[in-house]
């Protein structure tokens, strides 16, 4: 695994130019990773400046501890980002957050280690999980999930046109023996899928899908996005930067119902504070450039948006 891959955060520039607009604030990485945007975050903070950042993942935590010793201004928290109120106000930072920044997905470093589960491409127990420390792992979501559920998941989470086919093949096959490596379960997958994508692996989208249920990936965006609004004061920025549609969707609708503000009854006299917006988009989203992309081809499907609080 290439050192380049644990540090190449994606679209690291703009992220922090549009997320520090004040190195005295109080800033939040809701996904540490490697800590690629929380050290280029931590280079454009005064020393009055401050950092949390967050992580499910062990390995991340290491990397974060070691910086927490060299920085001060930095504390890493081994939670999922979905207990970001629960943490700042521990602090007695709700409301005075500048700026809170979420890089959302799976990480490079565990996409590359065959032990994680995470890729079909390499053979490895199916874990899956952000976290190894708790929660259930993939192989135990494929052996419990009932076909119906399983169905749902490819649908929704997978985007997966062929989730009945896949389910039930899977469900006969776990019926005959255990399926417990990533390797078993593509080739179970690649064998009921009908019709291959070009140039896309045809386990993907259900592989994707049981991470994101393994992981409670969009229920905890939900959650921590209207935590966001509570946290950040008057002024202070949300970045996203989404790498599905799923994801980008849940974000830019978000965003758009808070911008929007309340729905009243068409021809009611309305004064604009009577509408509540509680934010507004700051430019449009953002994709990696050519550079970038020569760089690091995972950049590729990366959509950053951003927006300020107003109220």
Known sequence: ????????????????????????????????????????????????????????????????????QEDARFNIVHESFSLLEQ?????????????????????????????????????????????TTRGQTAEQWIAN???????????????????????????????????????????????????????????TRCFQAIRIAVNRELDDLKDTLEQVLNVLKVGGRLVAISFHSLEDRIVKQFIQKQAQGQNFPAGLPITEDMINRRMKKVGKFTKAGDSELERNIRARSAVMRVAEKLS
């Open 145 to 203: 999930t009932d076909e119906e559920d399983m169905v749902w998941a490819f649908k929704a989470f997978g985007e997966e046109r062929y989730a009945k086919r896949i389910a039930r093949a899977i469900v006969e096959k776990r019926a005959k023996a255990p399926i417990t490596r990533t390797k078993q379960l593509a080739d179970i997958i690649s064998e009921a899928h009908p019709r291959w994508e070009k140039h896309k692996h045809p386990a």
């Open 87 to 131: 943490e700042v106000s521990k602090r007695g930072w709700v409301g005075e957050v500048t700026g809170v920044l979420m890089d959302l997905g799976v990480s490079s470093p565990q996409l590359d280690q065959a032990e994680r589960g995470f890729s079909f491409m390499q053979d490895g127990p199916l874990d899956m999980r952000m976290d």
């Open 1 to 68: 695994m290439s050192t380049k891959q644990e540090h190449d955060a994606v679209l690291l520039e703009e992220a922090v130019e549009a997320l520090v607009i004040d190195p005295n604030g109080i800033y939040i990485d809701c996904t540490f990773g490697r800590g690629g945007h929380s050290r280029a975050i931590l280079s454009h903070l005064s020393e009055e400046g401050r950092l949390i950042g967050f992580d499910k993942d062990l390995q991340a935590i290491a990397v974060g501890e070691q910086l927490q």
